[in-house]
């Protein structure tokens, strides 16, 4: 299954979803970002392409900022809050995977979105 979506800040591809696991790739456009949001799972990252900025946020709302670049994973436990940014003038790359159901996300990137591809 193969599954590509136009997002207002680049493209969200869907390479496999279960209730089990999820597994694609968010492609960042230059200067672009996904707004503060949390997963009720936790968040495996790997920076694929270019760089990324992840802010973790804490529950008094100080936050972190974590630099990927290529090559570089990052963990974020469930219900943290974090944004994802690009602020280089070149595309980013993330794999993300999560382990549980995010069902609900995904449907929400489906229905939201323009589809490029979907191949099942």
Known sequence: MTEI????????????SDKNISIGLLELNANELL???????????TQIYGSSIIEIFDEDNSSQKIILKAGDNLEIQEGKFHIHSNNSEDVSIT????????????E?????????????
């Open 35 to 45: 707004p503060k949001h949390n997963r009720l799972v936790k968040e495996e990252l």
């Open 5 to 16: 979506y136009k997002i207002p800040q680049g493209k969200m591809i869907i390479s496999y």
């Open 108 to 120: 929400d990137i489906r229905k939201g979105s323009e589809t490029i591809v979907k191949d099942k």
């Open 95 to 106: 794999l993300w995977k999560f382990e549980g159901d995010i069902a609900n996300i995904i």
